[in-house]
């Protein structure tokens, strides 16, 4: 029998964890079991259990491996934001996040799209595993930073909720881009286009709202 090697290893990990991404994004984290992961990726039954341990830490596998450098693409964006100290613009603030979305999905077409749809899930579910990543959660380190400094009238309770929203329905929403539109190595095509403008003129309003709220509840 030909021995193993760690070439043999990694590309086993590889398939685990695109079955584990391809499953995850259609039928939830909690739907899938380790044994249907091992079978999508034709692999024997203790597979995952060897490579990773347990279904938890395959999953931050699948996260992680995209949600490096969409991570990095977030941080720098805020950074230069930061760096200006003026009052972001709420499209400012919706593409420091979206841009990185949108450029994993011109990049890996498919994979950026169950990563959105996984990580979608996972903050709708409060998942810690997202929730505490200080730069994908959606109201978090720099970018909480950056939403505070955008809308100071709202009380924190009401921006975290509201930007949270926000966040997870522009996520949900170009995890929803049509397959002829996958493709497109643009982030200006109507479905995308659409998606960033709806968040941004939802925020907007709601924020708005909000912040008149807070002013009345003082002057009360």
């Not at 693409?73 to 499209?91: G, V, Y």
């Not at 930007?163 to 643009?186: K, Y």
Request: charged share 25%; hydrophobic share 45%.
């Amino acid at each position: 029998m030909p021995r193993r090697t760690a070439a043999d290893g990694d590309i086993t990990r590889a398939a685990l964890i695109d079955a584990a991404a391809e499953l995850f994004a259609a039928h939830g984290v909690d739907g899938v079991s380790i044994r249907s992961i091992n079978s999508q990726a034709g692999l024997a039954a203790a597979s995952v259990h060897y490579h990773f341990g347990s279904k938890d830490k395959l999953l931050e596998a699948v996260l992680e491996r995209d949600g490096q450098t969409v991570r990095a693409e977030i941080t720098e964006r805020a950074d230069r934001l930061l760096a200006k100290q003026t009052r972001p613009t709420t499209r400012q603030l919706i593409e420091t996040l979206a841009k990185p979305y949108l450029n994993l999905i011109e990049r890996e077409p498919v994979r950026g799209i169950q990563w959105l749809k996984i990580v979608a899930q996972l903050i709708t579910a409060g998942d810690s595993r997202v929730d505490q990543d200080l730069e994908v959660a959606p109201i978090s380190g720099k970018v909480q930073e950056l939403v505070r400094r955008r809308y100071p009238n709202v009380a924190q309770d009401d921006l975290v909720l509201d930007w949270r929203l926000g966040v997870v329905t522009l996520i949900q929403m170009l995890s929803l881009t049509p397959p002829d539109e996958v493709t497109v190595a643009s982030a200006d095509s109507s479905c995308k286009q659409t998606a960033v403008n709806f968040v941004i003129g939802g925020i907007d309003a709601s924020m708005a709202s909000l912040a008149r709220t807070t002013a009345a509840k003082k002057a009360g």
